[in-house]
C-alpha cells in the first residue's frame, strides 16, 4: 500500500505504524459528560460520570471493525513523526483520502466548541 | 458407514461404486434446539461434540459457503499446547489431548502426526523465559523439553548455528505437538455429526438475528427464516460482521495473515520449528512442500490477500535460520482473515442477548483449538455453564479486568 502523506507525498505503508481506528481520537471526557448527559446514578467521588469506566471500556476495547471504508490511525515512525488519519477500505485496501490527525482533531475541536 | 479396511477390500469387490456420501444435503428446518452459525472447523466440532456427548441432535450448522472452505482450509495446521497463562495452559492441552484421540472417535484418518514443535531461542534472556514457558506447560499437564543448541543440532543440523546476529543457543521442544491434516478435521467432524442426526446446510448465509425485548428466537437466512431456542455464532474471522447484525459489539479487529507453501521436495524437516529472532516457522507436508508462515500483517483488513513487506520479512527470517531453502520456489501464497482479539485471546461465551452465544476471537491460533473449542462450545450449549477449561474466555474480561495477555501486548490487536 501507498500512503499519500499531506506534507511529504506519496510513502510505502511498511514506513508507518498502525494503530487502529481513528475513533480513538475521541477519548471519552467522562466529566464533561457528567454534566452534558446528566448523572446515571451516582457520582464519583473523583468528579467522574457512575458509568466512566463502562465509557473508557468502550473507548479502549471495543471497535466497529468494519468491512468497507473506515478510518485509521497511522503513524509515519520511519519518516517525519506525524499522525495521519487514513480513509482506507478494509476489503480493498483502497485508500480514499489522507488528513493529518492533528487537523482532524482540531476540526472536531471546533465543531465542539460552535455546538 | 463404518470406515475400517474390511469396507476398503469389500469396496474394492464392487469397483469402489458402492461408496456413499460422508454428510447428507438436507434442507433446512423451519425449527432446531441449536443452530451453529458457521461451519468450520469448531462450528463442526461443536456439533459433532454436542450430539455425540450432549445427546442434543436437533442441530443444524449453517455454512455461507461450503464447509471447511474458511480458515480451516487456510491455515499451516500446526497442533501444540505450549502457553504460559493459567487461562489458556489447561484448556490448550486438553485439545492437544483430544486431537490424540480424535481419530478414533470421527473414525476418519485426519492424519495427526505428533512430530513435535521445537521454539527456537537466541539469547540467554530467551532462555530464561522458556525455561519459565516450559515448567507452565509441565504445570498444566503438557510436555516440554529444553535443548542446548548441540541437542538441536542432533535434530537439525541443516539450521545456520553460526549465524552472527541470531545465533541458535537451544529450543524449547514439545515432542507431542505436530500437524494435522486440516481439511480432514473439517470433513471428519462434519461427517460424525451428520451421522448423529445433525443437519449440515451448506450455501445458507445467515442475514440477520431475530431479536424482541432482548431474546434471540432465530436467523433470517438466504434460505429463509429458521426458529431456534439457541444460536450459537462461530465464525471467527468475520465475527463482527456477523454479530453486528444483533447490534453488539465486540473486542475484535480482523487481520490477515498470510501463508506460503513451497514446490515439493524430499524429506528435509521432520518437525515443526520455529524461529525466535524474527517471525518465522516451518513444517513440511507430507507431499513434501514446505509450509511457513509469518506474522499478521499488521492492518485491518478483510481482503485475504497480503502485502509484499511481509513476504520479504518472512523470508528474511528463513534464510537466517536456514539458509538452504534459498533456492526453493514458492508454490502457493495466501492470506486468511483472522479475528484479533485484544489481549490475543479467544472468547467462548454468552451475550447480553439471551439465546445468543458467541466463539470466537481465536487470532492466528485457532486450529489447534478446534477440539477443545467444539467440546467446550458444547458443554455452554447444553448446560448454559461455561466449561470449566474456558472459564476465563469471557466477553467482558476486560471491563473487569481479567485480559488474558500471553504477550503482554496490551489492547492492541496487531501486536498480539
Given at each position: 500500500?501507498?500512503?499519500?502523506?499531506?506534507?511529504?507525498?506519496?510513502?510505502?505503508?511498511?514506513?508507518?505504524?498502525?494503530?487502529?481506528?481513528?475513533?480513538?481520537?475521541?477519548?471519552?471526557?467522562?466529566?464533561?459528560?457528567?454534566?452534558?448527559?446528566?448523572?446515571?446514578?451516582?457520582?464519583?467521588?473523583?468528579?467522574?460520570?457512575?458509568?466512566?469506566?463502562?465509557?473508557?471500556?468502550?473507548?479502549?476495547?471495543?471497535?466497529?471493525?468494519?468491512?468497507?471504508?473506515?478510518?485509521?490511525?497511522?503513524?509515519?515512525?520511519?519518516?517525519?513523526?506525524?499522525?495521519?488519519?487514513?480513509?482506507?477500505?478494509?476489503?480493498?485496501?483502497?485508500?480514499?483520502?489522507?488528513?493529518?490527525?492533528?487537523?482532524?482533531?482540531?476540526?472536531?475541536?471546533?465543531?465542539?466548541?460552535?455546538? | 458407514?463404518?470406515?475400517?479396511?474390511?469396507?476398503?477390500?469389500?469396496?474394492?469387490?464392487?469397483?469402489?461404486?458402492?461408496?456413499?456420501?460422508?454428510?447428507?444435503?438436507?434442507?433446512?428446518?423451519?425449527?432446531?434446539?441449536?443452530?451453529?452459525?458457521?461451519?468450520?472447523?469448531?462450528?463442526?466440532?461443536?456439533?459433532?461434540?454436542?450430539?455425540?456427548?450432549?445427546?442434543?441432535?436437533?442441530?443444524?450448522?449453517?455454512?455461507?459457503?461450503?464447509?471447511?472452505?474458511?480458515?480451516?482450509?487456510?491455515?499451516?495446521?500446526?497442533?501444540?499446547?505450549?502457553?504460559?497463562?493459567?487461562?489458556?495452559?489447561?484448556?490448550?492441552?486438553?485439545?492437544?489431548?483430544?486431537?490424540?484421540?480424535?481419530?478414533?472417535?470421527?473414525?476418519?484418518?485426519?492424519?495427526?502426526?505428533?512430530?513435535?514443535?521445537?521454539?527456537?531461542?537466541?539469547?540467554?534472556?530467551?532462555?530464561?523465559?522458556?525455561?519459565?514457558?516450559?515448567?507452565?506447560?509441565?504445570?498444566?499437564?503438557?510436555?516440554?523439553?529444553?535443548?542446548?543448541?548441540?541437542?538441536?543440532?542432533?535434530?537439525?543440523?541443516q539450521l545456520d548455528y553460526e549465524n552472527a546476529r541470531f545465533p541458535i543457543k537451544g529450543g524449547l521442544l514439545q515432542p507431542?505437538?505436530?500437524?494435522?491434516?486440516?481439511?480432514?478435521?473439517?470433513?471428519?467432524?462434519?461427517?460424525?455429526?451428520?451421522?448423529?442426526?445433525?443437519?449440515?446446510?451448506?450455501?445458507?448465509?445467515?442475514?440477520?438475528?431475530?431479536?424482541?425485548?432482548?431474546?434471540?428466537?432465530?436467523?433470517?437466512?438466504?434460505?429463509?427464516?429458521?426458529?431456534?431456542?439457541?444460536?450459537?455464532?462461530?465464525?471467527?474471522?468475520?465475527?463482527?460482521?456477523?454479530?453486528?447484525?444483533?447490534?453488539?459489539?465486540?473486542?475484535?479487529?480482523?487481520?490477515?495473515?498470510?501463508?506460503?507453501?513451497?514446490?515439493?521436495?524430499k524429506p528435509l524437516i521432520p518437525g515443526v520449528i520455529t524461529f525466535g529472532a524474527g517471525h518465522f516457522y516451518i513444517s513440511?507436508?507430507?507431499?513434501?512442500?514446505?509450509?511457513?508462515?509469518?506474522?499478521?500483517?499488521?492492518?485491518?483488513?478483510?481482503?485475504?490477500?497480503?502485502?509484499?513487506?511481509?513476504?520479504?520479512?518472512?523470508?528474511?527470517?528463513?534464510?537466517?535460520?536456514?539458509?538452504?531453502?534459498?533456492?526453493?520456489?514458492?508454490?502457493?501464497?495466501?492470506?486468511?482473515?483472522?479475528?484479533?482479539?485484544?489481549?490475543?485471546?479467544?472468547?467462548?461465551?454468552?451475550?447480553?442477548?439471551?439465546?445468543?452465544?458467541?466463539?470466537?476471537?481465536?487470532?492466528?491460533?485457532?486450529?489447534?483449538?478446534?477440539?477443545?473449542?467444539?467440546?467446550?462450545?458444547?458443554?455452554?450449549?447444553?448446560?448454559?455453564?461455561?466449561?470449566?477449561?474456558?472459564?476465563?474466555?469471557?466477553?467482558?474480561?476486560?471491563?473487569?479486568?481479567?485480559?488474558?495477555?500471553?504477550k503482554g501486548a496490551g489492547a492492541q490487536p496487531n501486536l498480539h
Amino acid at each position: 500500500m501507498i500512503i499519500d502523506h499531506p506534507l511529504l507525498g506519496p510513502r510505502d505503508a511498511s514506513e508507518f505504524t498502525y494503530l487502529g481506528d481513528a475513533a480513538l481520537l475521541d477519548r471519552p471526557d467522562t466529566a464533561l459528560l457528567d454534566f452534558a448527559d446528566g448523572a446515571d446514578g451516582a457520582d464519583r467521588a473523583d468528579g467522574a460520570a457512575a458509568n466512566a469506566i463502562r465509557q473508557f471500556h468502550d473507548y479502549l476495547y471495543l471497535r466497529d471493525n468494519i468491512a468497507g471504508q473506515t478510518r485509521e490511525l497511522w503513524f509515519h515512525e520511519a519518516g517525519d513523526g506525524s499522525w495521519l488519519v487514513v480513509t482506507r477500505d478494509t476489503v480493498t485496501h483502497e485508500i480514499a483520502k489522507v488528513e493529518m490527525a492533528r487537523d482532524v482533531a482540531l476540526a472536531k475541536k471546533h465543531n465542539d466548541e460552535a455546538k | 458407514m463404518r470406515y475400517n479396511a474390511l469396507q476398503i477390500l469389500v469396496q474394492a469387490f464392487r469397483r469402489n461404486q458402492g461408496w456413499e456420501r460422508a454428510w447428507r444435503d438436507p434442507e433446512p428446518q423451519p425449527y432446531y434446539d441449536i443452530l451453529i452459525v458457521g461451519g468450520g472447523g469448531h462450528g463442526l466440532a461443536t456439533a459433532h461434540y454436542l450430539a455425540k456427548v450432549y445427546g442434543i441432535s436437533n442441530v443444524a450448522v449453517l455454512e455461507k459457503g461450503w464447509i471447511g472452505s474458511g480458515n480451516v482450509g487456510r491455515n499451516t495446521t500446526i497442533i501444540r499446547s505450549n502457553y504460559l497463562l493459567p487461562g489458556n495452559g489447561p484448556f490448550y492441552e486438553f485439545s492437544l489431548k483430544l486431537w490424540e484421540s480424535l481419530e478414533q472417535d470421527l473414525n476418519f484418518n485426519a492424519m495427526v502426526s505428533q512430530r513435535g514443535i521445537l521454539n527456537l531461542f537466541h539469547s540467554d534472556a530467551q532462555r530464561d523465559a522458556f525455561v519459565r514457558r516450559g515448567n507452565a506447560m509441565l504445570l498444566a499437564g503438557a510436555d516440554a523439553v529444553l535443548l542446548d543448541a548441540s541437542g538441536v543440532a542432533k535434530m537439525y543440523p541443516q539450521l545456520d548455528y553460526e549465524n552472527a546476529r541470531f545465533p541458535i543457543k537451544g529450543g524449547l521442544l514439545q515432542p507431542r505437538g505436530g500437524t494435522v491434516r486440516h481439511d480432514a478435521v473439517a470433513w471428519g467432524y462434519a461427517r460424525s455429526a451428520d451421522q448423529h442426526g445433525v443437519d449440515i446446510i451448506q450455501n445458507c448465509e445467515v442475514k440477520g438475528f431475530t431479536i424482541e425485548n432482548g431474546v434471540c428466537s432465530g436467523v433470517e437466512t438466504s434460505r429463509g427464516p429458521i426458529k431456534a431456542s439457541k444460536i450459537a455464532v462461530c465464525v471467527a474471522g468475520s465475527s463482527s460482521r456477523v454479530m453486528a447484525a444483533a447490534g453488539l459489539r465486540l473486542p475484535i479487529e480482523s487481520h490477515v495473515l498470510q501463508a506460503f507453501v513451497s514446490e515439493g521436495l524430499k524429506p528435509l524437516i521432520p518437525g515443526v520449528i520455529t524461529f525466535g529472532a524474527g517471525h518465522f516457522y516451518i513444517s513440511q507436508s507430507d507431499k513434501g512442500g514446505l509450509v511457513f508462515g509469518g506474522d499478521i500483517d499488521g492492518y485491518n483488513s478483510y481482503a485475504q490477500r497480503g502485502g509484499l513487506a511481509v513476504v520479504e520479512d518472512v523470508c528474511e527470517g528463513g534464510m537466517a535460520l536456514m539458509p538452504m531453502i534459498g533456492r526453493a520456489r514458492l508454490l502457493r501464497m495466501w492470506g486468511g482473515i483472522m479475528d484479533m482479539s485484544m489481549d490475543g485471546s479467544p472468547f467462548i461465551d454468552k451475550t447480553s442477548i439471551d439465546g445468543l452465544y458467541f466463539n470466537g476471537g481465536w487470532c492466528y491460533g485457532g486450529f489447534k483449538a478446534t477440539p477443545a473449542s467444539g467440546r467446550c462450545y458444547a458443554h455452554l450449549l447444553a448446560t448454559n455453564e461455561p466449561h470449566p477449561l474456558a472459564g476465563a474466555y469471557r466477553l467482558d474480561r476486560f471491563l473487569h479486568g481479567r485480559m488474558i495477555d500471553e504477550k503482554g501486548a496490551g489492547a492492541q490487536p496487531n501486536l498480539h
